[in-house]
Each structure stands twice: as C-alpha cells, then as structure tokens.
C-alpha cells in the first residue's frame, strides 16, 4: 500500500533529520515508526499458540521463540522462582494440584511439579 501524507517543511525536515540520524532512510524511518505504534488487532492466530507465546513474550520482555531455547526458559523459570516468596511458592503448589487430575495421559499422571 503506498499512502501520501501531506507534511510540512518543519516536520519532514524533523523526519529527514532523525532518519539521518538513525543511518535509514526517511520512508523506513516513518514505517517502522507507525509499525511500533499501530494497536494489534485480533486476527484468528489468537487462537493459535504460538501466537499467544509470542505475545506473553513480547509483553514481558522475552526474546520471542523461536530465538528462545527451552534450557534459557527453564534457567529464567528457576531465577524468577529463587525469588518467590513461601506464600507464592504455596499458591503454585495448589495450583498444580488443581491441575494435576487434568493432566493424566492414559491413566498415568505427569509429574509436572516444581523440584524445589
């Protein structure tokens, strides 16, 4: 899609500036501007998994997957847990007893739980 925007001298000499400045050019500059600053809109991958790990990712700072290997996650899991308190610690625990029943594969229950 190409779109034309009537700019004024003041602002497309702020926008040739900054692009100066970042080494792009002045369309790139301006595209990636509205691209971080466009609202998301639900599509039918929010159904899908992946995309909502990519989101969760992204809302918390994450390198988003796949970039992400499952040895850095369980290492991140294991220093966020470190600094739980024993009230957190109890509420996971619950938790996972909750979850447990729901989590049985052929009448074998998987052991999911913390090893702390």
Same mark, same amino acid.
């Given at each position: *899609?190409?779109?034309?925007? @009537?700019?004024? +001298?003041? !602002?497309?000499?702020?926008?040739?500036? +900054?692009?100066?400045?970042?080494?792009?050019?002045?369309?790139?500059?301006?595209?990636?501007?509205?691209?971080?600053? /466009?609202?998301?809109?639900?599509? @039918?991958? !929010?159904?899908? /998994?992946?995309?909502? %790990? #990519?989101?969760?990712?992204?809302?918390?700072?994450?390198?988003?997957?796949?970039?992400?290997? &499952?040895?850095? %996650?369980?290492?991140?899991? +294991?220093?966020?847990?470190?600094? *739980? &308190?024993?009230?957190? #610690? !109890?509420?996971? @625990?619950?938790?996972?007893?909750?979850?447990?029943? +729901? /989590?049985?594969?052929?009448?074998?229950?998987?052991?999911?739980?913390?090893?702390?």
């Amino acid at each position: *899609m190409n779109l034309i925007i @009537d700019l004024t +001298a003041t !602002e497309e000499a702020q926008i040739s500036s +900054a692009a100066r400045h970042a080494g792009l050019a002045p369309a790139e500059l301006v595209k990636r501007l509205v691209k971080e600053h /466009l609202p998301t809109v639900p599509t @039918d991958a !929010e159904n899908d /998994l992946d995309a909502k %790990l #990519r989101k969760w990712q992204q809302q918390d700072g994450v390198k988003l997957y796949p970039d992400v290997s &499952t040895q850095e %996650l369980f290492a991140k899991w +294991a220093e966020e847990d470190a600094l *739980m &308190t024993d009230e957190e #610690r !109890e509420s996971e @625990d619950r938790l996972w007893e909750e979850l447990e029943p +729901a /989590l049985t594969e052929r009448g074998r229950v998987l052991q999911l739980r913390r090893l702390s």
